[in-house]
């Protein structure tokens, strides 16, 4: 019953805001990025399901649906690979993970990208907008974030193939409340 509800507000939201065109659904995605490591620089491979791909009025719309009150707002591009920052947008950074993978295999693709989050508890509020926002302002295109944030991801894949930089447990035990591999590390 609750999923027949939120997808009625989706559907919903849809008919109110106009006409859009589906391009792809639950689609998965390819991307390689440049990664220092050892032996060099190495082309990474990383991929993803993006939940919805639509074009509205010319803008390509990267929709990634969740069933939490995930936050939109994004601070800063580098805010995203911070560890330390608490408040770190996981849910924003995803979706702009999607658009570095929808430009990678769809790179004649001029449109503006845009990321957006459908969350189930905020899809019911009449003034509902699922885009990204940064300084009061919606995202318009990743590609005005493209280069900083494929630079974040690069150093962050970078420290991953560092045999330099242990795997440590996180000191925040409160990460660990809800991690799927807590029993693993002994949390």
Do not use: H
Request: hydrophobic share 35%; glycine share 6%; charged share 35%.
């Amino acid at each position: 019953a609750i999923m027949i509800k939120y997808i009625k507000a989706i559907l919903k939201y849809d008919q109110v805001n106009g006409d859009f065109k589906v391009l792809n659904l639950e689609r998965k995605y390819l991307a390689g990025i440049p990664v220092n490591t050892q032996d060099g620089v190495q082309e990474i491979a990383i991929g993803g399901f993006i939940d919805r791909v639509d074009e509205k009025d010319g803008v390509i719309r990267l929709i990634d649906y969740k069933t939490g009150k995930d936050n939109k707002k994004v601070t800063t591009i580098e805010s995203f690979f911070d560890r330390n920052d608490k408040k770190r947008n996981k849910a924003a950074m995803q979706t702009m993970l999607y658009a570095k993978l929808f430009q990678s295999e769809n790179p004649t693709v001029r449109k503006a990208l845009k990321p957006g989050i459908f969350n189930i508890k905020e899809i019911y509020d009449p003034n509902f907008n699922p885009f990204l926002m940064m300084d009061k302002e919606e995202l318009q295109d990743y590609r005005e974030f493209a280069e900083s944030f494929e630079e974040g991801l690069s150093e962050l894949i970078g420290e991953i193939y560092n045999p330099e930089i242990p795997f440590d447990q996180t000191e925040d035990v409160k990460k660990c409340e809800y991690c799927a591999y807590r029993e693993i590390c002994g949390r």
